[in-house]
T-cell receptor, first 116, second 114 residues
Framework: DTGVSQDPRHKITKRGQNVTFRCDPI?????LYWYRQTLGQGPEFLTY????????KSRLLSDRFSAERPKGSFSTLEIQRTEQGDSAMYLC??????????????FGPGTRLTVL | GNSVTQMEGPVTLSEEAFLTINCTYT??????LFWYVQYPGEGLQLLLK?????DKGSNKGFEATYRKETTSFHLEKGSVQVSDSAVYFC?????????????FGTGTQLKVEL
């Protein structure tokens, strides 16, 4: 039983560059979440997918951020024109269908982004 | 909106000491409450949860009771071990569009020494 996987685990980029992260949820989990965690803080919600539909986006998700889940399986999070303030750990989590367990989320190891 | 406040760390204890990490919340409706743990170099893991008032979540010797009257979900363990050293996050779940957006506290680092 594989857990949630994220790729890459670490990304260093220069300010102004675009970056894309990938998340592969647990098989048959139809719900997928992205969070951002900065040093010394708890994770903050960014966005939520149910299957391929993006049902909620946080105000934290500026126009430079876009997330997709084209086939309802893996998801990507893209940040355009990165800024130093984007440096953080980006976490992905997935959940089984609501009827199975409406509130338990399983987290991946995260992608640590450093913007120079 | 929803918010979670938990005690600041680090909390340093000797092995076999009693642990309490305080957590209070503000929420509309009836959220579920969680404790997640993050061991060094690892991802977040669900430690325990409670879905309604007066529920007690428990796992690995840790316990927390959902207290609606005091809006609290304090984490306790009777005898900590060095292996319990980690960062502990209190979180509440808000149902949204069939999902469950989690709102986390800032985390409390626990250090257990021999």
């Amino acid at each position: 039983d594989t857990g949630v996987s994220q790729d890459p685990r670490h990304k260093i980029t220069k300010r102004g560059q675009n970056v894309t992260f990938r998340c592969d949820p647990i098989s048959e989990h139809n719900r997928l979440y992205w969070y951002r965690q900065t040093l010394g803080q708890g994770p903050e919600f960014l966005t939520y997918f149910q299957n391929e539909a993006q049902l909620e986006k946080s105000r934290l998700l500026s126009d430079r951020f876009s997330a997709e889940r084209p086939k309802g399986s893996f998801s990507t999070l893209e940040i355009q024109r990165t800024e130093q303030g984007d440096s953080a750990m980006y976490l992905c989590a997935s959940s089984p269908p609501f009827r199975v367990s409406y509130n338990e989320q399983f987290f991946g190891p995260g992608t640590r982004l450093t913007v120079l | 909106g929803n918010s979670v406040t938990q005690m600041e760390g680090p909390v340093t204890l000797s092995e076999e000491a009693f642990l309490t990490i305080n957590c209070t919340y503000t929420a509309t409706g009836y959220p579920s409450l969680f404790w997640y743990v993050q061991y060094p170099g690892e991802g977040l893991q669900l430690l325990l949860k409670a879905t309604k008032a007066d529920d007690k979540g428990s796992n690995k010797g840790f316990e927390a009771t959902y207290r609606k009257e005091t809006t609290s979900f304090h984490l306790e363990k009777g005898s900590v071990q060095v292996s319990d050293s980690a960062v502990y996050f209190c979180a509440l779940g808000g149902i949204t569009g069939g999902g469950n957006k989690l709102t986390f506290g800032t985390g409390t680092q626990l250090k257990v020494e021999l």
